[in-house]
């Protein structure tokens, strides 16, 4: 057999997967394929070897033909019963009613049989308690085994059994029981697990989607943003007879496009992590290109230099957004101030808070774009959070980002050898 026909595929569920790998791994999963119930009813026919007392007692000829033949077909039934009871609990649409059936004609079977084949056939309580175990809720399973291992004992004094094979039946019944209902709660554990595990997955795959959809948003709607301005005014250069500064667009237009091809391959594998500085010079070239003049403190570049990427990242996030937002719909703008600062909350907290504001016609009645919902979801990773309003007066348009002020220790130095 070949391996491609081995594997399969990775948007498959995965305890599927693991089924259809190693059925026998995944104890408790249903049978897939007719193979694998017969593979597990051959495992399940193993711990029948109990029934070699009872039909060792009709081999030894003790009983009449006609009771030979009962027995051999008590014996018959009982066996078929337990097959069939595996083969409806491995199915994936398992019936609760017949496996209730089932169980209910082994409990007679073993409450019976007795009565006509002698105490022998007691052993089939072991088996009669373990199905029952095997539907029984986990809240009534000790009291249903319990009523198992004094039915057991009841009959076998009705029968005048040894006080020795009564003892022997009813503890075996009622042990065998209870190991397999901390089995049950064991493979119910394993499943829960399983799926657990499954969701864990599918929730890790939809924030990896939800970060490459911020990143991709903010990155393309802040370059693209700045090539729409720049190709506007490479055309009024143009019409204008100023074919210098027309190429002086393009060729800035080139560079902004190359860039953003590298942001964007950096942000599908996750590498990419924006910085202040960085973000400050791309937000000045990007203002310069809308006339807008960015009024920045020159000490905002060495702005917290030991705060953790993450939170640092978020800031830079922040400020590129605000920027895009500026160039997009900051219509009337002439200013953009960005500014640091530092807070403290009632709980002790020291926040990093960094302002951006301009004096444009501001948000109107306008609601939160995808931008703003993608960075507050950014900052609320890292504990922050995002405010956002008209400015100072009403006038303008404000964005307050908010991030813990938890700082990087400093690497210690090395300590000098002693020589």
């Not at 593979?39 to 009771?67: D, T």
């Not at 493979?187 to 939800?210: F, P």
């Not at 709607?221 to 250069?237: D, M, N, P, V, Y």
Request: with cysteine; hydrophobic share 50%; net charge neutral.
């Amino acid at each position: 057999m070949s391996d491609a026909r081995r594997t399969h595929r990775t948007d498959e569920r995965p305890e599927a997967g693991v089924a259809r790998v190693s059925f026998m791994n995944v104890p408790g999963a249903p049978a897939e394929t007719r193979r694998q119930l017969l593979v597990k009813v051959a495992w399940m026919l193993l711990w029948m070897f109990y029934l070699v007392y009872p039909a060792g007692n009709l081999l030894n000829r003790n009983h009449s033909p006609a009771a030979q033949v009962l027995g051999w077909c008590c014996l018959g039934a009982f066996v078929a019963a337990y097959i069939l009871l595996v083969i409806f609990r491995s199915q994936a649409g398992m019936r609760p009613r017949a496996c209730q059936v089932i169980v209910g004609t082994m409990v007679a079977l073993a409450a019976t049989a007795p009565f006509i084949l002698g105490e022998a056939f007691l052993t089939l309580f072991i088996y009669a308690s373990v199905c029952v175990a095997i539907i029984t809720p986990a809240n009534y399973a000790l009291a249903a085994l319990g009523g198992m291992a004094g039915l057991a004992a009841v009959v076998g004094l009705l029968i005048h059994a040894s006080a020795d094979n009564i003892t022997t039946f009813a503890l075996t019944a009622f042990l065998s029981g209870v190991a397999m209902t901390g089995l049950q709660r064991l493979v119910a554990t394993m499943k829960e697990l399983r799926e657990a595990r499954a969701a864990v997955a599918h929730l890790a795959a939809s924030e990896e989607r939800l970060r490459l959809a911020r990143d991709l948003h903010d990155l393309l709607g802040h370059s693209l943003s700045l090539i729409t301005l720049k190709s506007e005014l490479a055309g009024r250069f143009m019409d204008a007879g100023k074919d210098e500064a027309a190429r002086a667009q393009v060729a800035d237009i080139e560079q902004v496009a190359r860039q953003s091809l590298i942001d964007v391959r950096e942000a599908v594998t996750g590498f990419r992590r924006p910085t202040l500085p960085v973000e400050l010079a791309a937000a000045r070239t990007a203002l310069a290109a809308a006339q807008v003049r960015l009024e920045a403190a020159p000490e905002l570049v060495d702005a917290w230099p030991s705060l953790a990427n993450e939170e640092a990242g978020a800031l830079a996030w922040a400020l590129r957004e605000a920027v895009t937002n500026i160039v997009r719909h900051g219509e009337g703008a002439t200013v953009c101030t960005v500014t640091a600062d530092e807070s403290w909350e009632t709980r002790g907290e020291r926040y990093a808070v960094l302002e951006i504001t301009d004096d444009g016609r501001g948000p109107g009645k306008s609601q939160p774009g995808n931008g703003l919902s993608g960075l507050e979801e950014r900052l609320a990773l890292v504990g922050g959070r995002l405010e956002t309003g008209p400015g100072e007066r009403g006038k303008g348009f404000r964005m307050r980002a908010s991030v813990p002020l938890r700082t990087v220790p400093a690497a210690a130095p090395e300590s000098s050898k002693v020589g």
